[in-house]
């Protein structure tokens, strides 16, 4: 007798624990048997009190009867499509690349929680039914009284249809005299599926085009020759990294490179590092694509999620443009996957998974045939390492698409503006060249890695540093609010007046922000319009489009800001960039300090001169003599990089070596440092029965406090590992095999545990 079988869905619960980390058995009911598949969100009960909770079907397969009970798959969530093999595969690559949970995983991945929930919204507009002339006749006929029927009757007289929210947030209060002008036989309403926010604000398609110059033909002509033969062979993607100096039109190859995949039936993605850039992405790509673009950034609101979500399902976008999530976009026939300023550090993930884009980029890249272009003025060391080693291909352009040179560069030693009696943070000679800049009607940029408006507060008497509670870092004075601000949890209280460990009322404000900096300017330059741009200042939705649209626009003079303004913007009345502390990142204790460093004064420096007229800098530092501030000064980024990979190897740093850290937190200082010790003991004791007892000293640095030793009322330590002289492989899996196998073994449920491979910082 034939035994019958169970359909079982494999199903992974929304429940991000460890503990219940695996897929779980639910049979398939008759009824569902048609609406469940592979990639599903799926209703299910779990735990003993059966709880009702989704999940996602990682798998089907036929049983025999089962020896224990299997419960049944309650439901299927409606109209939500399901993840698709290449979603699935992507979700696994994870989990065993980055050593994440599968929710973990999934959620990076998969559409919004409320997709299907949303209910699709479109726009209403007013379209005129008559000539241009008839509506002038009708106005002139519409008794004065009649304010609103006027107004959308002139509105419509200039456009031929008009959204009535701009008129008012509030449609009712146009409703009568909307349906007047229906009567009446001139006007109609229509509805228009709900475009994007940033998309309305764009300009006309197809504006005139800029002429490449030699350098931008031949790359461009490299990158699509190879482009077509990819997709001719069906082989795998390969990888550029463009190296152009700034301002050397990286920006119109992408467009030429989209354009190609878009002619041969193919997708596109363009990631850009900071939301602060998109504006300018979008305008640029929309002019030239038209509105079959989605947007993709942790900004966005729910519903304009799901809408550009939407769209991407749909098919209806051709490109997708975004920050670090947006390589996950759900495209059909990716061709092209660019990631504009690939050295930024926000393209890594800090929360689990702790994906690079770049890896994710290279891994659909293998898996769809999609070609990735890797562009920056200043690489990464690994990725131009990986350049010269023929794993990327090099392409170099060395010159600005204008007939200037690069900016000329000016170094103040400020330990010297000390000597002369200069306490200020601008140098007689910054004061002088904006002084100048204004004179000839310039617009300058002022840059200063630090918001707030000063560093820290200080007993004059007893040297008593104002500290946040909760974290181990000093609060920022903010002056418009009167507080100080703790920058890693966000507490606020009023400033101190009386130092609490010895009573003196004495207290000095040291260092200086982005706050101070705008101060000192406005009494400098009374007569200059100031816009700062900072987080502070960019809270509010639109905030960073209104400031970056204002400048552009000239309608201010100078432009205070931290690293947001310090890549990828474009603004031709830039004459003059003064960075105020290069030297600011170097006293970091990280390994990437130096890097970090002329990455963004060489990034800050490229903003100056991208007009026709010639660009000038200011960079003071403390620390003339750093090599990583010389070579910047040149702008010279090979020597930089030659004398950066000499260190990298000599002290076996990535690219040489993998880096990994373990990360431990909680509240109890004594739990999460025993719990470190632990888990650092138990990766030695396997590693040294496996025979590298030699090198263990070298290759497990800590357990040691993180440099913030706490953040939030949690205490920090930190491991670090690299593989020197074992195979990487064999580490990651030792420390799979203690952190997550045997976690409940090696880590109390009271401490977090994280791990991230090849951090960007290991602070």
Known sequence: MEVAKVNVAKVIIDQNSHHTDRPFDYKIPQNLMEAVEIGSRVQVTFGKGHKKIE???LGIKDIEKPRYTIKNLQGVVQNVPPLSELQID?????KKTYLCTYMEAISTVAPPKAYGNIKEKKDVFLRRKVSRGDMETVVEKTPNNAKRQREILRQLIEDEEVLLK??????????NAVKALENKGVIETIEKEKASRLLNMMPPKNPPR???TTEQKKALETMKESFGKTQEKKEKGKTFLLHGVTGSGKTEIYLGLIEKALELGKTAIVLVPEISLTPQTMERFTARFGEAIALIHSSLTLKERYYEWEKIQQGKAKIVIGARSAVFAKLENLGMIVVDEEHEYTYKSEQNPKYHAIEVARYRSEREGAQVVLGSATPSVESYYRGEQGIYELISLDRRVTKHQLPHVEMVDMREELDVGNLSMISGSLKNQIEENLKKQGQTILFLNRRGFSTFLSCKKCGYVEKCRDCDITMTYHLPSDEL???YCGKKKKPITECPDCGNTTIKHFGYGTQKLEKNIENLFPEARILRMDVDTTTEKGAHEKVLTAFKNREADILIGTQMISKGL????????????????????DFRASERTFQLLTQVAGRAGRGEDLGSVVLQTYKPEHYSIEEAIKQDYVGFYRREIGLREAFEYPPFKTLYLVNLMGEDEQKVYDTAVKVSKGIRYILKNEGYNDC???CILGPNPSVISKINKNYRYRILLKNIEIDKQLLKKVIKYVCINKRKQFVPDEVNLSIDFNPYSII
């Open 166 to 175: 701009s008129l008012s947030d509030n449609k009712s209060v146009y409703k």
């Open 570 to 589: 474009d603004f031709p009345g830039v004459t003059l960039v003064g960075i105020i502390a290069a030297d600011s990142i170097l006293n970091l204790p």
């Open 210 to 212: 800029v002429p490449l």
């Open 90 to 94: 992507m979700i696994l690559w994870m």
């Open 55 to 57: 999940g996602y079907v």
């Open 485 to 487: 601000i703790c920058h």
């Open 696 to 698: 263990l000293e070298e």
